[in-house]
């Protein structure tokens, strides 16, 4: 069974820190394009980040450029959202995705996979 896991979470200070990580169960994330998103209370569900399933492009949004990086290891079969800089508004739930594509470049759009998500709040 294709599983995602989210883990890292947690009560962070405002320019804090954190590392989310997705690990997959079920399959090989090799050929998967990976994508973080977030969902606020009482907001819609956003795209934050994706890559590659070669790692070689990454998408950042623009409210987390410069603060928020995606990597990979499909070693480990797990991708990474390191997260710096935190800011209150990025509190939310945070939730991995994955979709089938060897090859090409990712987009935050079409992902078939989810995960159960992790909750992220930055406060003082």
């Known amino acids: 069974q294709l599983q995602l896991v989210e883990s890292g979470g947690g009560l962070v200070q405002p320019g804090g820190s954190l590392r989310l990580s997705c690990a997959a169960s079920?399959?090989?994330?090799?050929?998967?394009?990976i994508g973080w998103f977030r969902q606020a209370p009482g907001k819609e569900r956003e795209g934050v980040s994706c890559i590659s399933s070669s790692g070689g492009s990454t998408n950042l949004a623009g409210s987390v450029a410069g603060r928020f990086t995606i990597s990979r290891d499909n070693a480990k079969n797990t991708v990474y959202l390191q997260m710096s800089s935190l800011k209150p508004e990025d509190t939310a739930i945070y939730y991995c995705?994955?979709?089938?594509?060897?090859?090409?470049?990712?987009?935050?759009?079409?992902?078939?996979?989810w995960g159960q998500g992790t909750q992220v709040t930055v406060s003082s």
């Open positions: 079920g399959f090989t994330l090799d050929y998967y394009a």
């Open positions: 995705a994955a979709v089938l594509k060897p090859r090409g470049r990712c987009t935050l759009r079409d992902y078939n996979y």
